[in-house]
């Protein structure tokens, strides 16, 4: 049996998955990374994005990052902190869509009004990302 | 004589007491749950951003971060945050986080106050008072503040460090350290003091060493700066999120003890009140008696 890794994604109100991979994809903030066992000790950004996890199952368990760090510890083990954390499962769509589109009102008018437009993009991202989570679209 | 009728009405109004001191200590109860099993879930997050913060502050020292390590010469107004309950019926929770802020007033002898509150009952303190509040923030109520409120609280205060407003920031909040003891605590938020590398005790300790030692060929990803900027900030929210967690764990460990304490208050009250009435109903009825039995030898006789 090949070595796995040790996966546990962590946010402030709970720990989202703790379980074993074969291999780990997150969005990092110049890029996707990809993590397979025995990866050299490493910590990076964490974007906001979709998490893959592939289980020793070959299973594709896909989740909902945004904002945080991931770190390899060991080459045996991957954490991830992170501000927020959803399996696809909990991802409410139409709250997601509402975001959206909230978001892009204020970009709107965020020179008008004095919204701030660097948290409306965040957010925008943030419910794009979701969306994209829960349709399967491009990782 | 002890009128009858008044301590009937008395034993009733005691008894509707003792039914709602109970009800609000089942309510305190079930929400101390809540949020005890909050700040019980917030942990692991909080350890590993400490550890991160750690094992990377030996490598990285500069860095865009490294204005909040630094100790200003001359420190002329000092931010506190003060975290109080909106509800009262918690016992001395407020008065005990007042006390603890009021000394550590007294240690700024010279300097100008600004102060940040969260909180009706503390807000209604400073009001009668007449002391100045820099600002209150009851929007959300600190009951719903997730961490997204948290971190905009935290970034808040960073802004107001950085922009030269305040020279130190600090925070007033109760420890949560049992279900009986709940401890107002008074921590430094900013400057951050040295953050040791590796520092600790036991295996947390020697873990943290251990990864240092691997420091030398530890990927650090876009660049050490950028990560350590984007760390010290998340490590301060945490720290503010804990401290809103613990305080609103502390408010209802507070709050059922002393609803808990109204409740057997209550009880013993009605219990007094009752002996006192069957005692006086007694008196009554041999009273009449005697009455009775007097009035009939009269006859009688």
């Known amino acids: 049996m090949a070595a796995t890794l040790q996966v546990r994604v962590i946010t402030p109100e709970r720990v989202v998955f703790d379980g074993e991979a074969t291999h780990v994809q997150y969005p990092g903030e110049d890029g996707l990374y990809g993590v397979l066992p025995r990866h050299a000790p490493m910590i990076t950004t964490v974007a906001s994005g979709v998490l893959v996890v592939t289980e020793p199952s070959g299973n594709k368990h ?22 927020s954390g959803e399996d ?31 948290r409306a ?15 399967r679209g491009i990782n | 004589m002890v009128n009858i009728r008044d301590l009937k009405v008395r034993i009733k109004a005691v008894g509707n007491i003792r039914q709602i001191t ?45 204005e909040l390590f630094e100790v200003r010469e001359k420190i002329k107004s000092v931010g506190v945050l003060v975290i109080g309950s909106d509800r009262g019926l918690c016992g001395a929770y407020n008065t005990n986080a007042l006390i603890a802020h009021r000394q550590w007033e007294k240690t700024q002898a010279g300097r100008e ?17 007449k002391l100045e509040v ?32 305040i020279d130190e920031m600090y ?29 600790g005790d036991g295996a947390e300790g020697s873990a943290a060493a251990s990864e240092q030692k691997a420091a030398g060929d530890l990927l650090l990803l876009p660049s050490p700066e950028v990560i350590f900027s984007q ?8 720290r503010m999120f804990n401290a809103l967690l613990e305080s609103l764990t502390s408010e209802y460990a507070s709050r059922r003890v002393s609803m808990k304490n109204a409740t057997d208050a209550a009880s013993d009250m009605v219990g007094d009140l009752k002996r006192v009435y069957n005692r006086a109903r007694q008196e009554r009825i041999t009273k009449e008696l005697l009455e009775i039995v007097g009035g009939a030898e009269a006859v009688s006789g």
Do not use: C
Not at chain 1, 98 to 109: I, L, S, V
């Open chain 2, 231 to 238: 760390l010290v900030p998340k490590y301060l929210e945490a």
């Open chain 2, 113 to 129: 106050i600004k102060r940040y509150v969260i909180g009706k009952k503390a807000m209604g303190y400073f009001a009668r008072r």
């Open chain 1, 62 to 83: 896909r989740f909902f990052v945004a904002d945080g760090f991931a770190q390899v510890v060991g080459g045996r083990e991957v954490r991830f902190a992170v501000d």
């Open chain 2, 22 to 66: 109970r009800a609000m200590e089942m309510v305190a109860t079930t929400k101390l749950r809540r949020f005890q099993t909050r700040a019980e879930a917030s942990g692991p997050y909080t350890n590993e951003i400490e550890r991160l913060v750690k094992s990377l502050a030996a490598g990285v020292g500069g860095g865009e971060g490294s």
């Open chain 1, 88 to 118: 696809e499962a909990e991802i409410d769509l139409a709250r997601a869509q509402e975001a959206a589109e909230r978001a892009k009102e204020r970009m709107g008018r965020a020179q008008a009004e004095g919204f701030d437009l660097v």
């Open chain 1, 121 to 135: 993009e965040y957010a925008m991202r943030r419910a794009i990302m979701r969306l994209r989570t829960k349709q």
């Open chain 2, 134 to 165: 820099a600002a209150y923030f009851d929007d959300p109520i600190l009951e719903v503040m997730g961490y997204r409120d948290a971190a905009r609280l935290s970034d808040f205060f960073v802004k107001e460090f950085v922009e030269g407003r």
């Open chain 2, 171 to 199: 925070v007033v909040y109760s420890a949560f350290k049992s279900m009986t003891r709940y401890v107002p605590t008074v921590f430094k938020f900013l400057p951050l003091g040295q953050i040791e590398a590796g520092a």
